[in-house]
C-alpha cells in the first residue's frame, strides 16, 4: 500500500510532465529543450538551487502543519494565519532583543513564533473539540483576522517608519545563516529538515503520537480507552500551530530580515495543496514539495530562456493536482465497492 | 409436482480479498419455507442479495419461473414479484409508516396527488389477512422493532412480492415477538407464497422450516427436509466438525459485593433519562447476566459504569469507592475491564494495527514505553504472547485490525481487556457477529475469569449465552430492571416475559 503511493505518485508526475510536453509541442517549442531549461533553471548554480530550496522550506513546513493537524482529524486551513503571527512575533523578538549572542537569539525568535502560533490555533481547535464548531470556517476567517492584526501593528506599534509598511531591521544575531549565496537560502532548512524527523519520531514512536493518532482515527475508540480525545484534539492543533508559526519565523529570520506587511501570498495553501496531494504522509510531504518547489523556480528561468509562458507550469501543477485526486477517486470507489 | 420457482445454480462472487461464493446453489418451491442457514460469513445473505439483485454475480446461472438471468437488479427482482427484508431494515425514520410502505411506488390521482385512501385500503387488507399488526400513521422513529419487521414485511407484499427473502429476521427480536412472526410467516406460507428464511439459530429453523439448506465458507453442503434432519446433524454441517455449544456453568460460591449500583438515573441520546432508577448488586466470584431487548437502556448501563456517560442521579460503588461519574481512564485504574458493544466503532481502532490495538491499555506504562517513548521491541513481544495466548489468527502482528474476521476482531478485545487481570470485567454483547468457533472460545475465556475469582457483568440479547453463562440475570426493560432471577430459576419463557414488561412467572 505505502510502496504504491510513491509509485503511483510518480506516475502522476510522469503524466502531467508528458501531457504538459504535448501542449508545449503543439504551441510550437521544442518540449525537451523547455523542460531541461526548467530543471537548469531550478537545479543548476548557487542562484537557482537555492531559490529552489528557499521556496521549499516553507512549503514542507506549512505542509507538515497541515498534515499534524490531519492528524488528529482536523482540517487547518488557518496555517496562513499562524505563519504571519508567527512571523511578526519573530520580526518583534528580532528587532527589540539586543544584546544576546546569535543562538540564543535565534531560539528566543523561534520559540515566541512558536508558542503564539500555537495559542492562535488552539483557538479554533477547542472550538471544534468542545464546541463543535466547523474549523474549516474559524480557520479561514481566522486568516483575515491574524493578517489584518499584522497589517496593524507593522503600521503602527511596530512599525520601522521606512514609508512602507514593515518592521525595523532585525539584528543581525537573529538572522539565520545564509547558504548558497547571492540566492535567500539559509540554515532554516536544516531546522525544517529537523523538524520533519521530529514529527515523524513523535507520531510513530512516542505515547503522544500513539494519543494524537488514535483520537484522529476513531475519538470514539480514545474515549473508551482512556485518552482525552478533545484534549488531545486541541493539543494536535497547537502542535501544528507551533510548526506554522515556525514557518513564518524562518521567513522573516532567514528570508526579509524585517517583517513586510502580506509578505507571504498563500504560502500556506500551497503547503496545504502539498500535503493534500501526499495524502498526510509524512515522508511523501518533502518529496510532493520539493516537486512543487522546482516547479516554480524552475518556470522563471524557463520563461527566460524559451519564451514559454511561466503559466503553463502553473497548468501542468493543475494536471498533477487532478491526476493525484482522480487515483484518490478510484481508491473511495474501490472502498466503496468492497463496503458494499 | 409442482414447478420451481426459483433455481440458482453454480453461483461463483468474489470480493476484493474474499471469495465469497463457490459454486452456491439454491432453490425454491412455491407455498414452502425454505431455510438458508449457515454460520456468519458463509455466504447466505450474499447469495440471497444476488437474487435481488443488489450484487452481480461472477458467474452462475439464475432461473425464475423458467426465465433465465445471469444478473438482475433489484427493479427485475421487485417485477419478478420478489421482496426482501434486510437485516437492517430499509426505513426512512422520518416518514410514516404508511409512507415508507408506498415510497416508489406511490398509487397516482389526478395533478400527480398521491392517492393516499387507495393504499389505506390495501393495507388494511394485509393486516387483517396476516395479523400483520402496524399503525401506518405513526412515524417509524416512534415504533417498535418488531414492528418495523411487520412494516418491512408489508412493504415487500405491497410490491407484490410472492416470493420473501428475510435476512436474519429473528435476531432483533424477543422470544414472544418471534413466535408472532412465525405464525405471520405460516399465514403467509399457506397463502402460497414462498418464504427464503435466512438464520444460525438452529432451534427456529427447525420450527419453521419446510426444507433447510447448509452453507459453509460460501460452498452449498446440503438441502435437507426438516422431517429427516436434527439440531446436531445441522450443528455439525454449519460447522464442519461437532460442536459441543453447551459451555456449562462453572459452579460459584458468591463473594463479597464488588459493585454496587444505587438508583441510578442517566441520559441517553435522545431521552432525558433513559435509565430510570436501576440498582443491583454484583458479588465476587459470579457472572452477573443482564439480558434485554436492544435499546432498553443496556448501553447507557455499560457506558455510565465505565465513564462514557454522565450519571445525573444516583451513584456506583466499587470496591467501596465511589466511581461515580469519574473519566474513562480513572475508571479502568480502579480495576474495571471493557468489551464494548461495538467493535467497529468503540472496541477497537480499525486503522491501527493489530499490536497498537492490543497495546492501547498499557502503552503509556513501563516497561512498554519510558518517558514517552515506546519500546517497540517489548510492544512487539507482548503482542505476539497475546496472540498465541488467545488464539488470535492472523498474517502478522502489523497488520490493520480492519483486515481480520470479526470472530478474530472480537478476540483481540477479549484479549486485550481480559489479560489486564482486572477485577470487574464488563462484557457488552461479547460474541456478536462472531463465527460459532470464537463465541466457543470466549465463552470460555468468560468462564476462566470467573474461575480465577473475577466478576464479569455480562450483557446480552442473546438469551441463551446469558442462560448458560450467568449466574443471577437481571433483565432490563425501558430503562428498569424488571427482575433479578437466579440461573436455576431462569428459563427462556420467564426472561422474555421480563424482556417484554411483563412479569415472571411464579415457580409453583
Not at chain 1, 117 to 135: D, M, Q, R, S
Not at chain 1, 297 to 305: H, P, W
Not at chain 2, 331 to 354: M, S, V
Not at chain 2, 410 to 424: C, G, Y
Amino acid at each position: 500500500m505505502k510502496k504504491n503511493d510513491y509509485v503511483n505518485t510518480l506516475i502522476s508526475i510522469i503524466i502531467s510532465f508528458l501531457l504538459g510536453g504535448i501542449v508545449i509541442a503543439i504551441m510550437g517549442y521544442n518540449p525537451l529543450e523547455t523542460f531541461s531549461q526548467l530543471f537548469q533553471g531550478a537545479f543548476v548554480g548557487n542562484f537557482n538551487l537555492g531559490c529552489t530550496l528557499e521556496k521549499f522550506v516553507p512549503l514542507v513546513l506549512t505542509a507538515l502543519a497541515f498534515t499534524v493537524s490531519s492528524a488528529v482529524s482536523v482540517f487547518n486551513v488557518g496555517v496562513e494565519g499562524e505563519l504571519y503571527l508567527g512571523a511578526i512575533a519573530a520580526a518583534w523578538v528580532g528587532f527589540s532583543v539586543v544584546g544576546v549572542s546569535s543562538p540564543v537569539h535565534i531560539f528566543l525568535c523561534i520559540l515566541l513564533a512558536m508558542v503564539v502560533g500555537a495559542l492562535w490555533a488552539a483557538i479554533p481547535g477547542i472550538l471544534k473539540a468542545y464546541f463543535k464548531v466547523n474549523e474549516v470556517c474559524t480557520t479561514i476567517l481566522f486568516n483575515s483576522v491574524a493578517v489584518l492584526i499584522t497589517s496593524y501593528l507593522v503600521s503602527y506599534p511596530l512599525s520601522g517608519h521606512l514609508g512602507v509598511p514593515q518592521t525595523p531591521p532585525i539584528a543581525d544575531t537573529a538572522k539565520l545563516f545564509r547558504i548558497l549565496k547571492p540566492s535567500r537560502a539559509n540554515i532554516g532548512l536544516f531546522i525544517a529538515i529537523a523538524v520533519i524527523i521530529f514529527i515523524y519520531w513523535l507520531l510513530f514512536h512516542t505515547t503522544i503520537g500513539y494519543k494524537l493518532r488514535s483520537v484522529g482515527l476513531n475519538p470514539n475508540f480514545s474515549d473508551y480507552i482512556g485518552i482525552d480525545s478533545k484534549k488531545t484534539m486541541v493539543g494536535g492543533m497547537m502542535l501544528s500551530g507551533a510548526i506554522g508559526g515556525l514557518a513564518g519565523a524562518i521567513e522573516v529570520m532567514g528570508i526579509y530580515g524585517c517583517f513586510l506587511d502580506n509578505f507571504s501570498i498563500g504560502i500556506a495553501f500551497d503547503g496545504m495543496l502539498a500535503a493534500l496531494i501526499a495524502k498526510n504522509n509524512i515522508l511523501m510531504i518533502p518529496v510532493v514539495s520539493l516537486f512543487l518547489a522546482v516547479l516554480k523556480s524552475g518556470s522563471l528561468g524557463m520563461e527566460r530562456f524559451t519564451g514559454v509562458p511561466k503559466s503553463l507550469i502553473d497548468a501542468i501543477i493543475a494536471m498533477f493536482i487532478i491526476l493525484a485526486t482522480m487515483e484518490g477517486l478510484f481508491l473511495f470507489k474501490k472502498q466503496r465497492k468492497l463496503r458494499a | 409436482m409442482i414447478g420451481k420457482l426459483i433455481e440458482m445454480t453454480d453461483i461463483n462472487k468474489t470480493f476484493p480479498n474474499v471469495r465469497a461464493l463457490e459454486g452456491a446453489q439454491f432453490d425454491l418451491y412455491p407455498g414452502e419455507i425454505h431455510s438458508l442457514i449457515g454460520e456468519n460469513g458463509a455466504g447466505k445473505s450474499t447469495l440471497m442479495k444476488i437474487l435481488y439483485g443488489v450484487y452481480t454475480p461472477d458467474s452462475g446461472t439464475i432461473l425464475i419461473k423458467d426465465q433465465e438471468f445471469k444478473s438482475l437488479t433489484p427493479k427485475q427482482a421487485i417485477d419478478l414479484k420478489i421482496g426482501m427484508v434486510h437485516q437492517e431494515f430499509m426505513l426512512v425514520k422520518d416518514l410514516t409508516v404508511l409512507e415508507n410502505i408506498i415510497l416508489g411506488f406511490e398509487p397516482r390521482k389526478s395533478f400527480n396527488r398521491i392517492n393516499f385512501s387507495a393504499t389505506n385500503e390495501k393495507i388494511d387488507y394485509y393486516i387483517h389477512s396476516y395479523g400483520l399488526e402496524i399503525q401506518p400513521h405513526k412515524k417509524v422513529i416512534d415504533i417498535s422493532v418488531g414492528e418495523k419487521q411487520r412494516v418491512e414485511i408489508i412493504k415487500t407484499l405491497y410490491r407484490g412480492a410472492e416470493i420473501l427473502i428475510l435476512d436474519e429476521p429473528t435476531a432483533v427480536l424477543t422470544p414472544q415477538e418471534t413466535l408472532k412472526l412465525f405464525s405471520i410467516l405460516n399465514l403467509l406460507k399457506d397463502d402460497g407464497k414462498a418464504i427464503v428464511f435466512i438464520s444460525h439459530k438452529l432451534k427456529e429453523v427447525m420450527e419453521i422450516s419446510d426444507r433447510i439448506t447448509v452453507m459453509r465458507h460460501g460452498k452449498y453442503i446440503e438441502t435437507v427436509r426438516k422431517s429427516q434432519t436434527s439440531i446436531p446433524e445441522l450443528a455439525k454441517m454449519m460447522v464442519g466438525r461437532e460442536v459441543f455449544m453447551n459451555i456449562k456453568r462453572v459452579p460459584n460460591t458468591p463473594g463479597d459485593v464488588i459493585l454496587t449500583v444505587k438508583d441510578i438515573f442517566v441520559p441517553g441520546d435522545r431521552e432525558l433519562s433513559k435509565l430510570k432508577g436501576v440498582s443491583f448488586d454484583i458479588h465476587k466470584g459470579e457472572i452477573f447476566g443482564v439480558a434485554g431487548v436492544d435499546g432498553n437502556g443496556q448501553n447507557e448501563l455499560v457506558e455510565s459504569l465505565t465513564g462514557l456517560r454522565p450519571i445525573e442521579k444516583g451513584d456506583i460503588i466499587f470496591k467501596g469507592h465511589s466511581i461515580r461519574n469519574l473519566s474513562s481512564l480513572k475508571i479502568r485504574k480502579t480495576g474495571i475491564a471493557h468489551i464494548p458493544e461495538d467493535r467497529n466503532k468503540t472496541g477497537l481502532n480499525n486503522k491501527f494495527t493489530i499490536k497498537e490495538n492490543l497495546i492501547a491499555n498499557l502503552y503509556r506504562k513501563k516497561p512498554y514505553s519510558k518517558w514517552i517513548c515506546l519500546k517497540n521491541s517489548l510492544i512487539k513481544e507482548y503482542a505476539e504472547g497475546l496472540i498465541k495466548k488467545f488464539d488470535i489468527r492472523a498474517s502478522g502482528i502489523d497488520i490493520p485490525v480492519e483486515s481480520l474476521s470479526g470472530g478474530n476482531a472480537q478476540k483481540v478485545i477479549v484479549a486485550r481487556e481480559v489479560d489486564l487481570n482486572s477485577e470487574l470485567i464488563i462484557a457488552s454483547q461479547p460474541t456478536r457477529g462472531v463465527d460459532v468457533g470464537s463465541i466457543e472460545s470466549i465463552r470460555e475465556i468468560l468462564n476462566e475469569v470467573k474461575k480465577k475469582g473475577a466478576v464479569v457483568l455480562l450483557v446480552s440479547a442473546d438469551l441463551e449465552e446469558i442462560l448458560s453463562l450467568s449466574d443471577r440475570i437481571a433483565v432490563m426493560y425501558e430503562g428498569k430492571i424488571m427482575g433479578i432471577v437466579s440461573a436455576s430459576e431462569a428459563t427462556e419463557l420467564n426472561l422474555g416475559l421480563l424482556m417484554t414488561g411483563g412479569k415472571a412467572i411464579e415457580k409453583e
